[in-house]
């Protein structure tokens, strides 16, 4: 335990990766998690999510997460699993994504142990997913939700939330003890995104943990329309099937309203378009609860669900593969790790007429990696195919801010100069790109936290 007048965090997670974000923030009386993700991406990564849990944070006093994505809070079922039952604080938006992405995580990992048990795929004899689905529905009981700025306290530190940008419910967090005070960026948003405000401006902390995903790179300045159409139009020239790997949460949603929009202004053919997972579906219908924290109207919502196919059942998922001529599907995983859009490859994929479109950042040694970096085969379910496909990577529709972003970010915010910054969730050498930078334009403390190191503020 931390010093009566102390804080200490320990890096569970989140550092040297952009994934398995942890971090426990410690007092002398207080234990509180800020974020529960999975690791996720390389088999190394993911077997920590499967080890001994560290420093017993099943018994912590509390757990707060900064957005809904499973690399920052799909480990809290695991907790729940092992016997937590404290409250877990976060945005209301937040708390209802969590309501669609933990359950449907608990469900595709037994989908995935049945399947890899039936054809005898596994090493172990009786595969285990690492919680179910109903592990995770009765997690969803422990979520406490709270607005933007709406102050709370776990023990003796005080806690608040402030909008990051990134997807919807998405929030830096402000811890406050003795004084003292710690910043959590969570995921950072962009100042221009098309559907999501600016991050709020950050106030003066005594150390910021700063996420580092971009930090080796600039996003391209170009018009994402403009190339979401070239693709289109390029994919139904060729009579081919465009498919699109997509997260669940924020990215199948943009992409519903730049097609529809393109649509409508005559710059692409009026194809199909298929939205083939239930779990954005019904995320698509949370953005237009909540579109008031959008830059979208709710009108704008809703008209994208008018044009666009939703697939709800298998049987209509599988009605996709009797469709003639060029159409659009999008489906999940965004990094082509699962889902639904590994049984549209296993259809489309050897097709040299078709093309993969990616939307987001793909994490090392996940499928979408290995294609983008030109593989010729990906094993699916056991089973090679070939990459005949157009590999195509639509990087402009990043929700992490850019390096020069984040600077632009923190030079908007009240953090004094010599402010400790602790740079987390990045690949090596964006982190390192990232502490190059910071160092040369601004006046911060700038370090890269180790795995399981201890930091005392």
Not at 153 to 168: K, R, T, Y
Request: aromatic share 8%.
């Amino acid at each position: 335990m931390a010093d009566q007048h102390d804080l200490r965090i320990t890096f569970l997670g989140g550092t040297e990766t952009v994934t398995g974000s942890r971090f426990l923030l410690e007092t002398k009386t207080t234990r509180v998690l800020v974020d529960c993700g999975l690791f996720q991406g390389y088999k190394w990564l993911r077997r920590r999510n499967r080890q001994p849990l560290p420093l017993g944070i099943n018994h912590v006093d509390g757990v707060v997460l900064t957005h809904a994505h499973l690399d920052h809070s799909g480990y809290l079922p695991v907790l729940y699993k092992h016997g937590y039952r404290g409250q877990v604080w976060t945005h209301s938006a937040t708390a209802a994504l969590c309501s669609v992405l933990w359950p449907d995580s608990g469900r595709i990992q037994e989908e995935d142990a049945k399947y890899l048990k039936k054809h005898k795929l596994s090493r172990h004899e009786d595969p285990e997913p690492l919680y179910d689905e109903d592990t995770a529905k009765k997690a969803l009981k422990l979520l406490q939700p709270v607005d933007f700025k709406q102050r709370f306290s776990i023990g003796d530190i005080e806690f608040e939330l402030q909008s990051a940008g990134h997807i919807l419910g998405a929030a830096s967090v402000i811890a406050s003890h003795g004084g003292k005070r710690v910043g959590f960026s969570g995921d950072v948003g962009r100042p221009n995104d098309i559907m999501m405000y600016p991050p709020e401006p950050l106030p003066e902390v005594d150390c910021l943990l700063l996420e580092s995903t971009y930090g080796d790179r600039k996003h391209a300045e170009y018009d994402p329309f403009a190339e979401l159409a070239d693709v289109v139009n390029e994919t139904a020239k060729a009579g081919g099937v465009l498919m699109i790997p997509s997260f669940a949460v924020g990215r199948a949603q943009l992409l519903q309203h730049m097609l529809v929009t393109l649509m409508d202004e005559n710059k692409i053919p009026r194809l199909p378009i298929f939205l083939d997972s239930p779990m954005a579906i019904r995320v698509s219908d949370m953005y237009g609860d909540y579109h008031e924290h959008l830059r979208l109207t709710g009108a704008q919502c809703s008209h994208a669900e008018d044009v666009v196919t939703y697939t709800h059942s298998v049987d209509e998922s599988k009605a996709i593969g009797k469709q003639t001529g060029p159409h659009i599907i999008i489906a999940g995983s965004g990094m082509a790790t699962g889902g639904r859009i590994l049984h549209h490859f296993k259809h489309w994929l050897a097709d040299h007429r078709s093309t993969v479109l990616f939307a987001g950042y793909q994490a090392g040694g996940t499928r979408g990696a290995k294609m983008i970096n030109g593989t010729e085969r990906i094993k699916l379910h056991g089973e090679w195919i070939e990459v005949r496909a157009s590999i195509r990577n639509l990087e402009g529709l990043s929700g992490h801010a850019d390096y020069q972003e984040i600077g632009q970010w923190l030079q908007q915010s009240k953090l004094r100069p010599g402010t400790n910054i602790q740079l987390v969730h990045g690949e090596p050498d964006a982190l390192e790109a990232m502490r190059d930078y910071l160092s040369q334009t601004t006046s911060f403390d700038v370090d890269i936290p180790d795995h399981m190191s201890i930091l005392r503020i």
